[in-house]
């Protein structure tokens, strides 16, 4: 019993096992222990990401992102390394003899579906919102583009459009389908891409470039507004000659690796 407590409260302190109200984490609602056959998910409470995923009471967790977990230590040791920094998470699970490939994923399925994005979906909201979550987080991300950057230091500008880019996306959560938000993510991603190349990194700076072209080229079909198609075709036409100007045959650009996710058949 004193085991049990002991790596029960381990958990809580890793954040694993967190309300769904609070940002959430791939592993959030989820409860598990160290038993002989490995470790054993003993509690997935109900509406989190694990949950979604098809994890259930019972099943034995082989792998994570293809990392064998056969103690707490290894699930601790992975799982502090991916808090907060991935969207999804793979999994390899055993229930009742027959192993399974699970997905995990927290990011916002209409804004990747629109824009084919994979950020965290919002999970936070101030008590008492009289707005809607849509006009609460688009507000909040077009102050923060429009906070003066002339004196800021390198770090503060990226910090300032990295938080306008999660408000916004937030927004586009609600309402992916909003072009006028959507300018603004790609308008930010492509600031993002100036400033580091101006900082001389171009590694980070192409791949808020193809950002902010990923952005642009989802307008396709979405608007025939004048307006907004000279918007795009100027923007695009700029970012195409900053990527000219880039030597990027000689830069290595990470890309996300891609995962088919597989849901268990219930």
Same mark, same amino acid.
């Given at each position: 019993?004193?085991?049990?407590?002991?790596?029960?409260?381990?958990?809580?302190?890793?954040?694993?096992?967190?309300?769904?109200?609070?940002?959430?984490?791939?592993?959030?609602?989820?409860?598990?222990?160290?038993?002989?056959?490995?470790?054993?998910?003993?509690?997935?409470?109900?509406?989190?990401?694990?949950?979604?995923?098809?994890?259930?009471?019972?099943?034995?967790?082989?792998?994570?992102?293809?990392?064998?977990?056969?103690?707490?230590?290894?699930?601790?040791?992975?799982?502090?390394?991916?808090?907060?920094?991935?969207?999804?998470?793979?999994?390899?699970?055993?229930?009742?003899?027959?192993?399974?490939?699970?997905?995990?994923?927290?990011?916002?399925?209409?804004?990747?579906?629109?824009?084919?994005?994979?950020?965290?979906?919002?999970?936070?909201?101030?008590?008492?919102?009289? %707005?809607?979550?849509?006009?609460?987080?688009?507000?909040? &991300? @077009?102050?923060?583009?429009?906070?003066?950057? +002339?004196? $800021? !230091?390198?770090?503060?500008?990226?910090?300032?459009?990295?938080?306008?880019?999660?408000?916004?996306?937030?927004?586009?959560?609600?309402?992916?389908?909003?072009?006028?938000?959507?300018?603004?993510?790609?308008?930010?991603?492509?600031?993002?891409?100036?400033?580091?190349?101006?900082?001389?990194?171009?590694?980070?700076?192409?791949? %808020?470039?193809?950002?902010?072209?990923?952005?642009?080229? &989802? @307008?396709?079909?979405?608007?025939?507004?004048? +307006?907004? $198609? !000279?918007?795009?075709?100027?923007?695009?036409?700029?970012?195409?000659?900053?990527?000219?100007?880039?030597?990027?045959?000689?830069?290595?650009?990470?890309?996300?690796?891609?995962?088919?996710?597989?849901?268990?058949?219930?």
């Amino acid at each position: 019993m004193r085991l049990y407590i002991i790596i029960f409260m381990t958990i809580i302190s890793l954040g694993v096992f967190t309300s769904p109200c609070l940002s959430q984490g791939v592993f959030s609602g989820l409860i598990i222990s160290e038993k002989k056959d490995g470790i054993k998910i003993i509690e997935v409470q109900s509406g989190s990401p694990g949950f979604d995923a098809g994890l259930r009471k019972g099943d034995i967790v082989l792998e994570i992102d293809g990392k064998q977990t056969k103690k707490l230590g290894d699930y601790v040791k992975i799982s502090r390394k991916l808090r907060g920094k991935n969207v999804e998470v793979s999994l390899v699970i055993l229930r009742k003899g027959v192993s399974y490939d699970v997905t995990i994923m927290i990011y916002s399925v209409p804004v990747y579906q629109h824009w084919k994005e994979k950020v965290t979906k919002p999970t936070e909201l101030p008590r008492g919102l009289t %707005n809607t979550p849509y006009v609460y987080w688009v507000g909040k &991300g @077009f102050r923060a583009l429009q906070k003066p950057n +002339d004196k $800021l !230091s390198f770090d503060a500008k990226v910090a300032n459009y990295n938080q306008a880019l999660k408000f916004l996306l937030n927004a586009l959560h609600y309402r992916p389908e909003s072009i006028d938000t959507a300018l603004k993510v790609a308008k930010a991603y492509n600031e993002l891409g100036k400033l580091y190349v101006m900082k001389g990194d171009m590694k980070e700076g192409v791949i %808020n470039y193809r950002k902010s072209v990923k952005f642009y080229a &989802g @307008f396709h079909g979405k608007t025939e507004d004048e +307006d907004h $198609l !000279s918007v795009i075709l100027a923007n695009l036409q700029e970012i195409e000659k900053s990527l000219s100007d880039i030597e990027s045959d000689n830069i290595e650009i990470s890309t996300e690796p891609q995962r088919k996710n597989l849901r268990i058949q219930q």
